[in-house]
């Protein structure tokens, strides 16, 4: 299984960590506020805390923190950061949900890939999906699909195989460009949530026919 460290200490990084224990991985729980970390952590069950601003003890580290920090949160652990593969889980929309903070062309995670050193491995994952669906697992016996982007194959193995051990379907979209395409697809969904489907129980997934 893999060693993970997730930043952050909101829905998602509960839901990842939950997840992620229950699959037999081991879980560094960081954050600003280390009560609310050793917090999160006990309620958890089997995470360890770590220090922000030090070296992650994984060799995968989950930015879970809003787009506007997650830049400046890869330049703050600088070359611990080296040799790690990072998630990046943001969606970098605007305040009005109608498009993106980032530059044209550009994508959230390309812009945290520019923050982090040589030798780290950008890889977009689970931003499609909801904290609530996300510790719900898989629904009506459907897997829930977890599209990636990246632009080393070994980084996007390693996390495929992350998302396998908890239960989910990795889907690879190609290359770390893609991410433009998956951050579309989550406003895509805020634009579902405001408009027609009216919660956040649902998710995007692939169907698979013949």
Request: aromatic share 4%; proline share 4%; glycine share 14%.
């Amino acid at each position: 299984m893999s060693s993970i460290s997730i930043i952050g200490l909101g829905n998602m990084a509960g839901a990842l960590a939950g997840r992620a224990l229950a699959g037999g991985n081991a879980v560094e729980i960081i954050g600003r506020d280390r009560a609310k970390a050793k917090e999160l952590a006990a309620a958890l069950g089997g995470a360890t805390v770590g220090t922000a601003g030090a070296a992650p003890a994984g060799d995968i580290v989950i930015l879970a923190v809003p787009y506007g920090s997650a830049a400046a949160v890869v330049g703050e652990y600088g070359d611990a950061l080296r040799g790690k593969v990072i998630i990046d889980i943001t969606n970098p929309v605007n305040a009005d949900f109608t498009g993106f903070v980032t530059p044209e062309g550009s994508s959230g995670a390309q812009e945290i890939a520019k923050a982090a050193p040589a030798g780290a491995h950008v890889v977009k994952a689970f931003n499609t999906l909801y904290s609530n669906v996300l510790a719900a697992g898989p629904a009506e016996g459907r897997p829930l699909d977890v599209f990636i982007a990246g632009d080393d194959a070994q980084a996007k193995a390693r996390v495929s195989a992350f998302i396998e051990s908890l239960g989910l379907r990795p889907m690879d979209t190609g290359r770390l460009p893609m991410a433009r395409a998956l951050e579309n697809a989550a406003l895509l969904e805020l634009g579902l949530v405001a408009h027609s489907v009216k919660h956040t129980n649902f998710f995007l997934g692939v169907s698979i026919l013949g």
